[in-house]
């Protein structure tokens, strides 16, 4: 587990070619079809030395859920210890972790009539007004939530809605359905967050340099898409189709598309500091993949 950019796909490969593992994607951009550049994908050459599970499983105008992903975890899972090998899960996706490892609260389905009103409603306002209203019907999921999310905001009221009880509540109220298996919770933290801001920094424009603008104008012509698909969310195609709508500029891009990337690491790590009994590597460290072995025979 880490934050974007702290190196977990370069770990993942190294442990694969060393250790009986097979990789299992934990990212909820890398499920889409097509969208490479702006996902960070891992390329060909890396695919084919470490395959994984659950990468270009979906087109973009799909959606995918923590539930859809426990169940095609769980039985990817199944299959490889029946071969003799161990499920290496590897991403930042941390809602699908705690999906993974503590089982699914009881929320209701996604109800499309009311997600339009609620649409309308944030066209109308703007999404820190629907954050307004959540925190007065459930103070401890808006507390949670950053003024701006606007998919978690939306989907937390819509809950609420439906059900006529905060989302919070009915978490409390899961059912604990346990994982079945060890699990060895390695997380890739920084020792310094202002070097990762860097390497955010880089890659983003790297991103920009190859192409994510027109890997978007590729994906509009092929796909019917709109802007409010949970594809479309993902941080820089976001960015990247309001330049081409005209919204902002390209260096507002640059700025808008690190800077979200920065909260999106940000609300990774607040994740992690809260997850129980993780074992803490730093994603900085020279030479991190031997630094991982290295901890893996302590641990034995």
């Known amino acids: 587990m880490g934050p974007t950019a702290s190196g977990k796909t370069g770990v993942a490969v190294e442990l694969a070619q060393r250790l009986p593992v097979e990789l299992i994607s934990v990212d909820s951009a890398l499920v889409f079809r097509d969208m490479d550049i702006g ?23 799909e959606a995918y859920s923590a539930a859809a992903f426990r169940h095609d975890a769980l ?9 003799g090998k161990i499920p290496l899960l590897v991403g930042g996706t941390m809602l699908y972790f705690k999906a993974l490892r503590e089982g699914l ?30 925190a007065e019907v459930d103070a401890e999921t808006a507390a949670r939530l950053h003024a701006t999310d606007t998919q978690r905001i939306q989907r937390a009221m819509e809950i609420f809605l439906v059900s006529g009880k905060p989302m919070s509540e009915l978490i409390q109220q899961q059912e604990q359905d346990p994982l079945p298996y060890d699990i060895l919770p390695l ?11 860097q390497r955010i920094a880089v890659r983003f424009k790297e991103m920009l340099k190859n192409g994510l603008v027109d890997e978007l104008r ?6 019917p898409l709109h802007r409010d698909m949970t594809s479309m969310r993902c941080v820089g ?23 979200a990337t920065r909260q999106l690491a940000k609300r990774q790590l607040t994740w992690l500091r809260s997850t129980p009994d993780i074992i803490e590597l730093d ?5 991190l993949e031997q630094a991982v072995f290295n ?3 302590h641990l034995k």
């Open 105 to 134: 609260s009881p929320l209701p389905q996604a109800d499309a009539a009311l997600r339009e009103q609620l649409d309308a409603e944030i066209t109308q306002h703007g999404i820190e007004y629907l954050h307004a209203k959540l």
């Open 75 to 83: 039985r990817l899972m199944a299959d490889i210890t029946a071969r």
């Open 39 to 61: 996902t960070a994908k891992p390329d060909a050459a890396t695919l084919t030395r470490a395959p994984h599970h659950l990468i270009d499983i979906i087109d973009p105008t």
């Open 218 to 223: 590729r994906l509009r012509e092929k796909y």
């Open 283 to 287: 994603c900085l460290a020279p030479n």
């Open 295 to 297: 901890k893996l025979d």
């Open 187 to 197: 997380a890739l933290i920084p020792s310094d967050r202002a070097v990762l801001h």
């Open 237 to 259: 195609y976001r960015q990247a189709w309001e330049f081409m709508e005209g919204e902002i500029t390209e260096a507002a891009l640059m700025e808008k598309g690190i800077a």
